[in-house]
């Protein structure tokens, strides 16, 4: 069971390229949510999808897409990089319990982005 | 809107010291509340958590209380180890469809032997 997966690590891009991040979750679970982590301003959240074929905007969706095709996957695409988007991408995936309480997420072990 | 407070780190202790990290929440509905770890280099991992007023959550020897009426859930450990040296984030998360989490700005502790 590897959880909640991400690549890669690291990543430099120059301003104007574009990349997808991968996200993968062997867990079953339904949410699924992109973060960005920057000093001194926590994790905000960019999408989010509550199934297969559902996503939303978070806080910060500006320069951002998403898909998601199958439960297991949630790609996050940066069409033309900019240099406001160097910071740390966390992927994370929760199972659903509608009616019940929240449940914890889980995370991935996070991507190193720089824009140059 | 929601939102989570917590205390400026860094925090750095001597080894065995006791812990406290203040959060404080404003929500429009009845959270449950969590505290996630961030050891050097990895992602977020859940801590403890707490769903209702007055249950207090635990695990590895930390401990926070769900206070309603101060909207409070205070992070303590009696007597911290230098594996315990890493970023703490206090959530919120409210119940029903999508049940997006609020995450305070993180408190990083050292603890120094």
């Known amino acids: 069971n590897a959880g909640v997966t991400q690549t890669p690590k690291f990543q430099v891009l120059k301003t104007g390229q574009s990349m997808t991040l991968q996200c993968a979750q062997d867990?079953?679970?339904?949410?699924m949510s992109w973060y960005r982590q920057d000093p001194g301003m926590g994790l905000r959240l960019i999408h989010y999808?509550?199934?297969?074929?559902?996503?939303d905007q978070g806080e910060v969706p500006n320069g951002y897409n998403v898909s998601r095709s199958t439960t297991e996957d949630f790609p996050l695409r940066l069409l033309s990089a900019a240099p406001s988007q160097t910071s740390v991408y966390f992927c994370?995936?929760?199972?659903?319990?509608?009616?019940?309480?929240?449940?914890?997420?889980?995370f991935g072990p996070g991507t190193r982005l720089t824009v140059l | 809107g929601d939102s989570v407070t917590q205390m400026e780190g860094p925090v750095t202790l001597s080894e065995e010291a006791f812990l406290t990290i203040n959060c404080t929440y404003t929500a429009t509905g009845y959270p449950s509340l969590f505290w996630y770890v961030q050891y050097p280099g990895e992602g977020l991992q859940l801590l403890l958590k707490a769903t209702k007023a007055d249950d207090k959550g635990s695990n590895k020897g930390f401990e926070a209380t769900y206070r309603k009426e101060t909207t409070s859930f205070h992070l303590e450990k009696g007597s911290v180890q230098v594996s315990d040296s890493a970023v703490y984030f206090c959530a919120l998360s409210i119940s029903g469809g999508y049940q997006k989490v609020t995450f305070g700005t993180g408190t990083k502790l050292q603890v120094i032997p």
């Open positions: 867990m079953n679970h339904e949410y």
């Open positions: 994370a995936s929760s199972y659903s319990s509608p009616g019940a309480k929240p449940n914890e997420q889980f």
């Open positions: 999808s509550v199934g297969a074929g559902i996503t």
